[in-house]
């Protein structure tokens, strides 16, 4: 078998593989994954240092930060919120996630005796950060996977440009296809070995005999593919 040398691609080139909108958006997915896991960390962090019997007062929401598609007038489940307080007559001001409240709504604030700036809403434990954790695996798995598939994708187009092989076909015979007939073009890869591909049958091929070049990688020569038809930023370097 004859192999030969790989086409030179410029890192430039090679980067600009990389740079696609699949990545960008597996990139954000992941950093969304993330940024949930700090947000519960912090939660539950602070969950562990209460107990039943720390001191309670009314406190009221200030600000909601939610979905920008959820409402302000119903209860939704919110990210995060923040809400204030007094202890001793000083305010307190303080930022909780994930539980469903209101601008404005009165609730009762558990803090802790000799750190009040140290406080929750009553009643979230972990479980109301449990969503946050399944937010941030969801979103980082996501953000995963995507990035596995656009990076896969990237270094397999810059495997078939720089070791992609072109080579004319024959046109041998017709056969039958959806809405007409296609022409077979035949083609000897340098296995040795002999492959059939066929043309569709809007192409410019018109009688047996002729010859059109066609596209293929060492290993995957019985998926090749006419050049006219391969995708134009890796036609762009096979010259």
Same mark, same amino acid.
């Given at each position: 078998m004859i192999t030969a040398p790989p086409r030179p691609l410029p890192r430039q080139a090679r980067l600009g593989f990389f740079n696609s909108f699949t990545m960008w958006l597996g990139a954000a997915f992941f950093a969304l994954g993330l940024l949930f896991v700090f947000i519960y960390l912090a939660a539950t962090d602070v969950s562990r240092h209460f107990s039943k019997d720390d001191p309670r007062?009314?406190? $009221?929401?200030?600000?909601?930060?939610? #979905?920008? %598609? =959820? =409402?302000?007038?119903?209860?939704?489940?919110n990210i995060t919120y923040d809400?204030?307080?007094?202890? %001793?007559?000083?305010?307190?001001?303080?930022?909780? *996630?994930?539980?469903?409240?209101?601008?404005?709504?009165q609730v009762n604030v558990q803090y802790i005796l000799?750190? #009040?700036?140290?406080?929750?809403?009553?009643?979230?434990?972990? %479980?109301? =950060? @449990?969503?946050?954790?399944?937010?941030?695996?969801? @979103?980082?798995?996501?953000?995963?996977? $995507?990035?596995?598939i656009s990076v896969s994708g990237a270094l397999y187009d810059i495997r078939r440009i720089r070791h992609g092989i072109t080579i004319n076909a024959t046109i041998v015979r017709k056969q039958l296809?959806?809405?007409?007939?296609?022409? *077979?073009?035949?083609f000897t890869a340098t296995d040795g070995l002999s492959y059939d591909i066929a043309a569709d049958t809007?192409?410019?091929? *018109?009688?047996?005999?002729?010859?059109? $070049? $066609?596209f293929y990688v060492p290993g995957e020569a019985a998926s090749a593919v006419m050049l006219d038809y391969l995708e134009p930023e890796i036609r762009a370097y096979l010259n």
């Open positions: 007062v009314a406190g $009221v929401v200030t600000k909601v930060f939610r #979905p920008s %598609n =959820s =409402s302000d007038t119903a209860t939704s489940r809400y204030r307080y007094q202890v %001793n007559g000083r305010t307190y001001d303080a930022q909780m *996630v994930s539980t469903d409240y209101l601008q404005t709504d000799g750190a #009040p700036e140290m406080s929750r809403i009553e009643g979230l434990d972990a %479980n109301s =950060s @449990f969503g946050l954790l399944v937010l941030a695996l969801g @979103f980082g798995l996501m953000g995963l996977l $995507v990035l596995f296809a959806t809405g007409g007939s296609a022409r *077979v073009l035949q809007q192409s410019s091929i *018109v009688s047996e005999g002729e010859s059109r $070049v $066609v």
